[in-house]
T-cell receptor, first 114, second 111 residues
């Protein structure tokens, strides 16, 4: 049973460019969340997708957008990249309807913006 | 959801010793989770304790929860080098939405 997978593993972009990160949830999960983790900090919630809709959003600008597909996989798009967007981007999946909020995390995509 | 505050920020011990990390939070919760993050296995859920539980065990892990003090502790017994990681507590409100992480406790277990 595959866990959460993310691609690519690493990515280098320059300021102003756009990037798309991809995530496939754990089998049986229908909810995908994205987090940004700067060096030395805990992960920060970007947004969560369920039933192909953004269900909740953290304190991130509109440059961060996402999408969820019918097979529950998800993409995170970041436009007009800034140096400060350099971070580890984590995708987490979970199953709606459970009484607690355990999320399963992927290995992350390391984004470097030059 | 609210953020937990882990203490200490960093902890260094020898292999075989016990490690204790603490977490405080501000408002009432339905549950509290502990996660571990290391370079090898990424961010992994360790254990969840519900608000009506006072103590929970999982292998070498022991978690306590004191809702009157709004605090939790994570004890790792007989630590191993592989336990070297950052540990995060995540207070939960019960809905399947965001997790709010603090800065965590960086545990280093020296061989």
């Amino acid at each position: 049973d595959a866990g959460v997978t993310q691609s690519p593993t690493h990515l280098i972009k320059t300021r102003g460019q756009q990037v798309t990160l991809r995530c496939s949830p754990k089998s049986g999960h229908d909810t995908v969340s994205w987090y940004q983790q700067a060096l030395g900090q805990g992960p920060q919630f970007i947004f969560q997708y369920y039933e192909e809709e953004e269900r909740q959003r953290g304190n991130f600008p509109d440059r961060f957008s996402g999408h969820q597909f019918p097979n529950y996989s998800s993409e995170l798009n970041v436009n007009a990249l800034l140096l400060g967007d350099s971070a580890l981007y984590l995708c987490a999946s979970s199953r709606a309807g459970v009484s607690y909020n355990e999320q399963f995390f992927g290995p992350g995509t390391r984004l470097t913006v030059l | 959801s609210q953020q937990g505050e882990e203490d200490p920020q960093a902890l260094s011990i020898q292999e075989g010793e016990n490690a204790t990390m603490n977490c405080s939070y501000k408002t009432s919760i339905n549950n509290l989770q502990w996660y571990r993050q290391n370079s090898g296995r990424g961010l992994v859920h360790l254990i969840l304790i519900r608000s009506n539980e006072r103590e929970k065990h999982s292998g070498r892990l022991r978690v306590t929860l004191d809702t009157s003090k709004k605090s939790s502790s994570l004890l790792i017994t007989a630590s191993r080098a592989a336990d070297t990681a950052s540990y995060f507590c995540v207070p939960g409100g019960g809905s399947n939405y965001k997790l709010t992480f603090g800065k965590g406790t960086l545990l280093t277990v020296n061989p």
